[in-house]
DNA sequence: CCATTAGGTAAGGGTAATACACAACT
DNA sequence: GAGTTGTGTATTACCCTTACCTAATG
């Protein structure tokens, strides 16, 4: 697979270099920009945030209109097919009028055309991709599994992840596409067999449960009689009458009730009419004790957590139904009688230390048997599993947070006997462009929270570790030079003591192993290895722009002389977007007026004629009076004047690269996004070198490549070589 | 006729969120 | 003593797997 780079961004006076790792294909120049955050809401649209002072400097009320662009993306690791390619559509739009910035969203979607995403293109797809056998049987004996486990099959089974849903839905999504039906009920609930042939295999695909699995999913997933919520005491007293008149028959219940036969039949199992509530007395303890024993024919003392019919139980108990006799003995009999002892505060720092030890990848994949042996405080298995829970809720973003992150932060605090405090995400805002089929997953934003509400003033404690974002990073320094590279490869970012870094879902941080070193990560599971390794050790320090709260600026503190202009840094990331931004110790103080520098952004234009029409080309600078339109060529303002939008909206072939003249490829077509920023920006933007401060903003392809070891390969995105703008006049990109 | 496919039903173990009770604290 | 907070327990809507069944299809 070749990668296509086709969009780039530069400054006026500094370039970034683009190339693949793996076949050195393409060169993108990039540009150096200043205060963008990109982020990513829900449907995967790329949201690039600019700090609204730059637009209301430089641009009229009309720049807050959407303006459209379409940028060519070259994915792999989305199956595309040929006459196809995923496009980013940029759109400003004003945030709020009360915030202080605009945003500027990028949304990836691969737009087939109506014979792309035909049956037979869809087949293409499916036929071009792995299989998994898992996903493409009606299976569903034990022997089926084991058989397959075996062959090396993943086989996964329990509670659905947030990554498997969002396949499901994707494949939902373009199966309805390819069939041009809009409510996917018209096909679970409305067709025959026959009509609806192969709609349960086509979005399996990707998944490793079996059919069935997928067909209950999507069965409750659709079904507006479930999740209807709480039975009121009407509805248990008709539950009532209906079962006595329809005994075990759930779908005509449910029909009566318009509740889902499983919701009826689940409300039933809570219902008995001899059922006690509330505490257990002593002498439906000491039953419940009995029948259990007597059942699994153990002795009174032995723990017993499995191989219960608890519904035996409760007809033999009598006064308790099955999952309150579960209940009560799972989670205290059990324990009760078998001596055991109290849980504290140790015990938690030790579960936290025994999962990280069993080096799972997945929650899943924990064997609770195993790890409440021998434990005399835990009272089940499956109590120490709610135990688990408990010490997870406290991390506020926990369920967006991958196991691997969640454990190694937990452990972190655990180790420094911190409190578990909670990473608290903001809600990504809406596109506001709609929400097309995106196939990005980005999410780039860190906010800092205001200090007033930190952990002292609110219950939900702000993590306040440091939180360092090493990436793989590359030096490639001059031989001149190299006698002062050092082994340091980790850049930090370090939110200080008193800082506090709001994450938004989607993203996070995930441990490298190096204690308190992370990287990017999105939150569907793709990696954002992104490691800025300069020779010398290069602490980037987080630091707060007044004029956006929303943004990252990454400080570096070396001395500028260990980033000597005549140095090439190397950013390896696996990303549509980045910004890296270095800032010498000296600029701290000014990081204001940094974040007010320019932003660049050219991206290969791939719009027909009619995608060109569509494209609002205004101006957002100050000085560009109306909105440019057709034929604009890649326009770039130079300093704070303004900044615009550009197209060549003669393009059409998308990822064309040509050669420049320092050898490197680039894309001839260019899309230009420029925010600029006060001339003291300007300054900045021209008299800075390396280690004094620049935002790299970075396109990239979107493929799968292995970067780091430790990063599992499902989850990395496209790596890319990315020279330093900074060092554009070295010209000399490497990887 | 037989095997396979594509569901379909029911039973029951389980999860996760919330409600509730109560003790400790202010 | 009243109000608040933290913690453990109970409840319950919903999830998932398993076993078994059926009708259509090749």
Redesign the pocket.
Known sequence: MIFCYCCRARTQNRKLSMNTIEDDSGTVTLETVNSVTLTQDTDGTIILHCPHNDAEELGSDDTLEPAHKRLHLCSEDEPHVSGSAPRISVVTLPISEKEESFEVTMTATTEMTESDISEGAVAQIQKTEEVSPVSQ??F???ED?DTLVNKGHKW?????SKEEIDILMSNIDRYLKSRGIQDPTEIIFEMS??E??????SIAWGLN?P???V???VL?MYDNR??????TPEEIDKLKELRVKHG????TIGAALGRS???V???C??MKDTC?????TEDEERRLAEVVHELTGTEPGHTVT?G????SVADLVGTRS???C???WL??LNWKQSGGTE?TKEDDMNLIKRIAELEVEDENEINWDILSGGWSSVRSP?WL??KW?TIK?QVANH?DLPFSVLLKGLQELAENQLPFGKVVMAAPRPPGSGSPSSLQQVQIRVARLDESSSASHS?VAALQIPVQIPVQITHVAPSDTSSTANDAETITLNAGTLQTFEILPSFHLQPTGTPGTYYIQTGSNQGLPLTLAASPTVTLTAATSPSSPEQIIVHALSPDNLLSSNENVTVQMSHPGVIIQTVSSDDLASAESLSQSALTVEQSVLASAEDASDVNLEKVGAEAGSPQREGAEQEVISGSEGAKFLQNPQVEAPGHLTETGDGQEHLTDTFSAETLGSPTMEEHVVERTVGEGAVMIVPSPNSFIQTADDIDSDSVLPLTTLTDPILENQGESSD
């Open positions: 049987a009606w569903t004996t034990k599994k996964k089974q329990g509670m659905w067999k026959d609806r042939k192969d709609f349960y295999r449960r059919l069935f699995a067909y209950r999913r409750r479930n999740h209807v919520g709480k039975y075990n028959d759930w779908a036969a499983s919701s039949k689940d409300r199992r809570l006690n509530t509330g505490k257990w499995q219960v019919s608890w519904a099955e999952k309150q579960r209940s009560k989670n205290y849980w499956q599993r709610s829970w809720r369920k219950p």
